[in-house]
């Protein structure tokens, strides 16, 4: 399995972080499949965002459901995170994590992360 972010990699305060993941060489896999981003910068460490589930339920850190929505295409193997009403605070690496649940942090054997992809949010 392969994931791989995409998007924008300077983003202006108020605007909105817009991510892509693309997902190869999963449906092969068996067992419960979610979709996760994380987020790592120096002042706040490795933070969990949010995941959709295979069935479509969506999972958003508290304190982020006003601004964080996860979304996801099966037909192109895509999900996607929206960040609106972006800060300076939103900068950071952001990783997509296909994993078996949405505890994907700390890093656990059998998840697939991708390499990251900085975002910084200045004007």
């Known amino acids: 399995v392969q994931v791989q972010e995409s998007g924008p990699d300077l983003v202006k305060p108020s605007q909105t972080v817009s991510l892509t993941c693309t997902v190869s060489?999963?449906?092969?896999?068996?067992?419960?499949?979610?979709w996760n981003w994380v987020r790592q910068s120096p002042e706040r460490g490795m933070e969990w965002l949010g995941a959709?589930?295979?069935?479509?339920?969506?999972f958003i850190r508290e304190g982020l459901e006003s601004r964080a929505s996860v979304s996801r295409d099966a037909t192109k193997d895509q999900f996607t995170l929206q960040l609106n009403s972006a800060t300076p605070e939103d900068t950071a690496v952001y990783f997509c994590?296909?994993?078996?649940?949405?505890?994907?942090?700390?890093?656990?054997?059998?998840?697939?992360w991708g390499q990251g992809t900085q975002v910084t949010v200045a004007s």
């Open positions: 060489g999963d449906s092969a896999t068996t067992g419960d499949r979610y």
């Open positions: 994590v296909r994993g078996t649940s949405i505890r994907v942090v700390p890093k656990r054997p059998g998840d697939y």
């Open positions: 959709i589930a295979e069935s479509g339920r969506v």
